[in-house]
């Protein structure tokens, strides 16, 4: 079992910053995706960036903007989110897949851009 907690959501102007952030704990494989999905009201779930073997990859709508990243001794990952527009609004979950494993997934943090 992998267990994740997300932080770091929060309002924010439009044009402004958030970093998120994940902490996966209990059997961590060394082998894994760790991966940022968001939803927004009325939208199905979307992959935002993901992260493995230290390739990352990015929605066409967030790159330039977003960028993921993660500590692999410490079990985080992380998403800098900057210039931030209102579409970028939803809750925002981590998640981690492992072959062996399958997929985890946090609970999901609200992201809100408004001015």
């Known amino acids: 079992q992998v267990q994740l907690v997300e932080s770091g959501g929060g309002l924010v102007q439009p044009g402004g910053s958030l970093r998120l952030s994940c902490a996966a704990s209990?059997?961590?494989?060394?082998?894994?995706?760790m991966a940022w999905y968001r939803q927004a009201p009325g939208k199905q779930r979307e992959l935002v960036a993901a992260?493995?073997?230290?390739?990352?990859s990015y929605l066409d709508s967030v790159k330039g903007r977003f960028t993921i990243s993660r500590d692999n001794r410490k079990n985080t990952v992380s998403l800098q989110m900057n210039s931030l527009k209102p579409e970028d609004t939803a809750v925002y979950y981590c998640k981690y897949y492992s072959p062996s494993q399958g997929d985890f997934w946090g609970q999901g943090t609200q992201v809100t851009v408004s001015s």
């Open positions: 992260i493995a073997s230290g390739r990352t």
């Open positions: 209990g059997s961590i494989f060394s082998i894994n995706t």
